[in-house]
């Protein structure tokens, strides 16, 4: 990594390793468009607060262990995942939340600030269609204080992930 990558990502916010992302998938509007805030955005309220958007239109990016194996599931911020519902997709026979430890050797990225692409490791990824309900979504940015906008079918399409309908179901 050149100095200029890190200077250019300080500048933005971004974490290092996604403003690379962002280069590599020719994203540099959406790095230009990454914002930075001086108390953490981790989890979903505190980034729609910040931003000052619905919390829905916040895309947590949330890693779950499926047999064992790591799978990324993108879920707007007013929602929860179902991993009964992310269990039946997958055909697996258990889902369950990854561990931080799992997070950061899988995306790189602690938990609070792991964005939805550019990760350490290639990982199968879901995204609930209730992201593509909106004209804009905000993600993280790497770290726990920046996150990015971007419209939610690029978000699809960059992050390779397979739209599907994993929210819990409201009684």
């Given at each position: 990594m050149t100095t200029t990558v890190d200077t250019d990502a300080e500048?933005?916010?971004?974490?290092?390793?996604?403003?690379?992302a962002l280069r590599a998938l020719?994203?540099?509007?959406?790095?230009?468009?990454?914002?930075?805030?001086?108390?953490?955005?981790?989890?979903?309220?505190?980034?729609?607060?910040?931003i000052g958007c619905e919390l829905s239109q916040i895309c947590k990016s949330l890693i779950f262990a499926a047999?064992?194996?790591?799978?990324?599931?993108?879920?707007?911020?007013?929602?929860?995942?179902d991993v009964e519902r992310v269990r039946e997709?997958?055909?697996?026979?258990?889902?369950?939340?990854?561990?931080?430890?799992?997070?950061?050797?899988?995306?790189?990225?602690?938990?609070?600030?792991?964005?939805?692409?550019?990760?350490?490791?290639?990982?199968?990824?879901?995204?609930?269609?209730?992201?593509?309900?909106?004209?804009?979504?905000w993600a993280a940015a790497g770290t726990p204080y920046t996150v990015f906008p971007i419209e939610p079918r690029e978000l699809v399409a960059h992050a390779g992930a397979t739209p599907v309908d994993v929210r819990e179901r409201t009684a």
């Open positions: 500048e933005f916010g971004a974490h290092p390793r996604f403003a690379e020719g994203l540099e509007d959406v790095l230009a468009r990454t914002r930075r805030f001086p108390e953490a955005t981790r989890t979903a309220a505190e980034a729609a607060a910040a047999d064992g194996v790591p799978v990324l599931v993108l879920m707007d911020g007013a929602s929860r995942v997709e997958l055909g697996a026979g258990k889902v369950t939340r990854a561990d931080a430890g799992i997070v950061r050797e899988t995306t790189g990225y602690a938990i609070g600030g792991v964005p939805p692409f550019g990760h350490r490791t290639r990982t199968r990824v879901l995204a609930d269609r209730s992201l593509l309900a909106h004209e804009l979504v």
